[in-house]
């Protein structure tokens, strides 16, 4: 009876395991697609950061050298003091500097309570509403640039460090927005409610409970639009010419300039970004409402 029932359940376990063994291998197969697709866009991306660091900190035989070095040997840093010391280099970087804090605080000081109001209030047309706000970063920056440009020197404010920091405020709101409004949802309403339950106003329960712990993404949010205003190179070559800002100067000297003043430029761009993204990077996941854990 025994050897009846095993030769009626053999063939389908056997129909089974086939469609298990099939299913785990297409599953195998979507993981290492996966995989080889990550690990080509990682290539893609890192593989000329990784060149255009070698060449930075390389002698000058070996930047016009092929094939390229894959480690700068002898380590030398005479390509990044030529860079620094080219005329107009440090004049540049501190107007770079002001403009990315002028942007830096008046984007957050627009952005924080537009992204509470976003992240707490329920209003007909919300999700609407955030998307028109993304949507602003979807338009051509010279479709912006270039009316500024003509309104600014109507009204005399062309060529001048703060309006480039007004164009630079403009392009960085809609995502500091919603990165600030990302962090706000990462903190449970219930916390404010609590605070009122207990006798505190809405400002104080907002200073006392909400503002301590979304002070590290709001830090974030500002330093990230900081480098959005550090690396921006279009409205600042069209709105000045005697005050550029760094981007703006490397990008009117690229083609009178040598191979090490470019790579050593790129690094020195390059650096404060990759320092900052790499704090910021949990908020920008974060973005769109997503809880933080």
Known sequence: MTSAAQSRTTPRSVALDAEQKRALRNLRLRRASIYALAILIAVWILAPIWLIA?????????????????????????????????????????????????TLVFSTTIAVPAGYAVSRYLFPGRNSYRLVILAVRAFPIVILAV??????????????VYSVALMHTALTLPTTILVVSSVFASVPVEFEEAARVFGASPLRAFVRVVLPLV?????????????????EVFAATLLTVRNRTLPALILYTLNKSSL???Y??????????????????????????QITK
Do not use: C, E, H
């Open 215 to 231: 002070l590290p993404g709001i830090a974030a949010s500002a330093i990230f639009t900081f480098v959005m205003s550090w690396n």
């Open 264 to 289: 050593a430029g790129g690094f020195f761009m390059l650096v404060p970004s990759m320092i900052f993204i790499f704090f910021i990077r949990r908020y920008l996941f974060n973005m769109w409402g």
């Open 260 to 262: 090490q003043f470019q």
């Open 147 to 160: 009316p500024l440009a003509v309104t600014f020197l109507q009204w005399g404010l062309y060529d001048k």
């Open 54 to 102: 070698t060449m930075a900190f390389s002698t000058q035989a070996d930047v016009y050298a092929y094939p390229k070095q894959v480690v700068p040997v002898p380590f030398t840093t005479a390509t990044m003091d030529f860079f620094l010391n080219y005329a107009g280099i440090l004049d540049a970087t501190l107007n770079s500097v002001i403009v990315a804090v002028l």
